[in-house]
């Protein structure tokens, strides 16, 4: 058997960013063949994530990147939030943020991407689940474009440069210059941040959305006692109500509590001498409608140690 050097288990290491202990066993395993041992550590790797793929992920990060007219905003999760201060970690949804810029939004063409290191993306994701130790998956990803104008990031509580838990992009098309755009964009952006909008427009928020909103307004109404005809009218009022509440352009905006945000997008090309469009936004909050699941944390560090409960 060839003879196992540390500088050996040194390289391996770095190549493959696997554990030390495990450069050793899969240098031993392949006589010392450094290629096959890579090749060993990739075959281990992809069984220690097919084990960890049925646990829940709902940490992580969103990443959000802009490249002239074009945007794109990632979500990618793990089981815990100490993931998420992890620099391989974080450098990993770094590019594929970058490559959801010039591949799109699917997810089945992001994974078959190569990442700079020349892997590609979905064999970095196995390999990360190996050596960091948990499940990860890339849950989903939105590009936006406009054909002049700009599209405007903002990341909520930024953990890192374009990385966070709630990212936004903004696309904003008109020929005003970016002076007006960016902080118009951003302002714009930190409104959806904070309130969570449903639609761009009234008509545009999901019908059976509104079928649920106008049955518990229907329910509320028939409470009151009042004649059937009140009763209709108390019910389209609430219904218009949560649409206007809840439509980006009928909000009001978070910065005066006011003015709807349709009014700031028009007084804002007016002052410009130009008209300028809201053309789409996407707004990504992480673990948004995943549901975790409830755990016993005592049970499981009795587990972990071997301990009976």
């Known amino acids: 058997m060839a003879e196992i050097t540390a500088a050996a288990v040194k390289e ?10 495990d450069c050793k066993k899969a240098l031993n ?9 890579v090749d060993w550590l990739r075959t281990k790797g992809l069984a220690a994530a097919q084990k960890k793929s049925s646990r829940t992920a709902a ?46 939004d699917d997810i089945e063409t992001l994974k078959a991407a190569q990442m700079p290191s020349g892997t590609t993306v979905q064999d970095a994701l196995t390999n990360n689940i190996a ?48 002076d007006v755009l960016e902080p118009l964009g951003k302002q714009i952006a930190m409104h959806i941040a ?3 909008p449903l639609a761009m427009n009234a008509e545009d928020l999901d019908q059976e959305t509104i079928a649920r909103e ?30 206007k509440e809840n439509a980006l352009m009928s909000q009001l ?21 130009t008209t300028i469009t809201l053309k789409d936004y996407v707004r990504f909050q992480l673990g948004e409608g995943i549901e975790k699941e409830e755990s016993d944390f005592a049970a499981e560090v009795a587990a972990t140690a071997g301990v009976k409960k």
Request: charged letters at 25%; aromatic letters at 4%; a negative charge.
């Open 194 to 196: 904070a309130t969570f």
């Open 131 to 178: 050596t960091i130790g948990e499940n990860q998956s890339i849950r989903r990803a939105a590009q936006l474009e406009v054909s002049q104008g700009a599209v405007i990031p903002y990341v909520h509580n930024a953990v890192s440069d374009g990385l966070g838990k709630i990212g936004v992009l903004i696309a904003l098309e008109s020929d005003a210059g970016v």
């Open 29 to 37: 395993e392949t006589n010392g063949d450094m290629e096959a041992a």
């Open 12 to 21: 391996l290491r770095e190549r493959s960013g696997a554990g030390m202990m």
């Open 59 to 104: 940490e992580g990060l969103v990443g959000v990147a802009v490249a002239g007219p074009k945007g794109a905003a990632v979500e990618v999760n793990s089981e815990t939030d100490f993931v998420a201060k992890n620099d391989r970690f974080q450098n990993f949804v770094r590019e594929v943020t970058e490559l959801a810029l010039a591949e799109g």
């Open 214 to 243: 106008r049955a518990v307004a229907m329910e509320k109404a028939q409470e009151s006692g009042k004649p059937a005809e009140i009763v209709e009218k108390m019910v389209d009022g609430a219904v218009k109500k949560f649409a």
């Open 253 to 273: 905006f978070v910065m005066d509590n006011k003015t709807p945000v349709a009014d700031v997008v028009a007084k804002a090309g007016k002052d410009a001498g």
